[in-house]
């Protein structure tokens, strides 16, 4: 590896640090405002964990940066509301009860004379909801942001309906070979006259204008079909006999399924593929895929750790959709700053990097366990079921939720949340996901 590589490769990972650590803030920003709004006391607002490099106190809240950029924090008072005997600690010789009360003492350790009216849990849930919320939310704001801008401004790579190259014969995609045989039959396209650098303008009467499109038309059909081609400045008229083939099978998004084929229409040509802006509608479109793939992801995040164990620790594959962490993300970024591409398309990716990290914490954050920040939405929605109902059956008000109850329950999900963790961070540094 050169010189050059190496400090490029620096480089890139400096970028996805500052990218990563905006990210945390910005997600604590979301907390630590509406807190705030809603007259919660905050001592501290943390990007990052363990030892503080760096921090200053302004009001009654301490801002500061720690050492390890792998999340953040904002600590509020009075998270948690006293026990049922109306104390915020207790002594106990069972485990888990300990934890219920180490929990709640935890969220009045720093009061203050004053703070009886600014805890946390003494807001109305609608109010606790908005402000755990408003962490992950702004993480969403920040992905569809990156994500139209650089969407609508440089684009996707995308198939159009240029003609990039010809087939010279009919060789079934579920071949293993790229060359012609003695007794495979001439493409249509070749036997058409199609060649190298002509646009597709209209296929069987149909006018076309992108590649999807023009796609499904050449795939529906076997048989006779006329195709208008725009070459050297002029409309020229051609007659194609397509055949059935053995084809890609695609998905009802139009991608194509690794491994499977189906029969249909085949014509015989290779599309040129050009970096495209997209309308917002488009984008709007292409932002819902993502987050529906990226529900997708997280659903099956338990399926995929058998192959990141053998990955880690054995001589699996890694897959290219394999979960990747910080570690991997900021390797990806690093190697981004490497590839032989125009200084445009290397930001591009940065940002998309970044985009899709933005929108994993809003999903992952989103999750209803706690200690994440859905775990806490939902339990003051549970809250207010319970008052309401009390109310409309003219019960005694419940009171507040007590979610300390489930502390037991957080501590592990955080300790399988960690071993997830460190499974791919393992993965990432003997077996990562690289880019092509």
């Not at 020229?236 to 695609?250: D, G, I, R, Y």
């Not at 984008?283 to 399926?303: H, K, Q, Y």
């Not at 979960?323 to 398309?345: C, F, K, S, Y």
Request: hydrophobic share 45%; proline share 6%.
């Amino acid at each position: 590896m050169s010189l050059t590589t190496i400090l490029l490769t620096i480089l890139g990972i400096a970028i996805f640090a500052v990218g990563l650590l905006f990210s945390i803030g910005w997600h604590e920003l979301g907390h630590l405002s509406t807190a705030k709004l809603f007259g919660i006391r905050v001592p501290q607002y943390m990007v990052g964990f363990g030892p503080t490099i760096w921090s200053r106190k302004k009001g009654d809240t301490e801002y500061g940066i720690k050492a390890i950029p792998a999340g953040g924090y904002i600590r509020m008072i009075g998270m948690f509301p006293p026990g049922a005997d109306g104390r915020m600690e207790a002594r106990s010789t069972s485990p888990w009860r300990s934890m219920i009360e180490d929990a709640r003492s935890a969220a009045f350790e720093e009061l203050e004379p004053g703070d009886e009216t600014r805890l946390f849990y003494t807001r109305k849930p609608w109010k606790r909801v908005i402000v755990m919320f408003a962490g992950p939310f702004m993480n969403l704001v920040l992905a569809v942001a990156i994500f139209l801008g650089v969407s609508m401004t440089f684009g996707f790579q995308t198939q159009t309906t240029e003609v990039a190259g010809v087939q010279k014969c009919v060789i079934s995609q579920s071949e293993d070979r790229d060359k012609c045989a003695k007794g495979d039959p001439v493409s249509p396209a070749k036997a058409a006259g199609l060649r190298e650098g002509d646009r597709i303008v209209s296929f069987d009467g149909q006018r076309i204008d992108d590649w999807e499109t023009l796609s499904e038309s050449i795939r529906d059909t076997i048989g006779p079909a006329t195709i208008v081609v725009e070459r050297g400045g002029q409309e020229l008229t051609l007659h194609a006999v397509l055949q059935k083939n053995s084809v890609a099978q695609k998905d009802s998004d139009g991608q194509v399924v690794p491994e499977e084929f189906v029969d249909a229409g085949y014509l015989g040509f290779a599309a040129r593929t050009e970096i495209i802006p997209l309308s917002f509608g488009d984008s709007v479109v292409r932002i819902g895929d993502m987050i529906e793939n990226g529900v997708d992801s997280i659903i099956a995040l338990p399926s995929k750790i058998p192959d990141l164990w053998n990955a880690a620790f054995s001589d699996g594959e890694r897959a290219d959709d394999s979960p990747v962490g910080v570690i991997g993300a900021a390797r990806i970024g690093g190697e981004v700053m490497t590839l032989d591409v125009p200084a445009q398309n290397q930001v591009a990716m940065m940002l998309f990097l970044l985009a899709g990290f933005n929108l994993s914490l809003f999903l992952f954050n989103m999750l209803p366990l706690l200690p994440l920040d859905g775990g806490h939405i939902a339990g003051a929605l549970w809250e207010s079921l319970r008052r309401n109902l009390a109310r409309a059956f003219r019960r005694p008000d419940p009171g507040p939720f007590d979610v300390a109850k489930l502390m037991p329950v957080a501590y592990v999900v955080a300790g399988i949340f960690i071993c997830f963790t460190l499974l791919v961070l393992v993965a990432d540094i003997v077996n990562p996901v690289k880019i092509t």
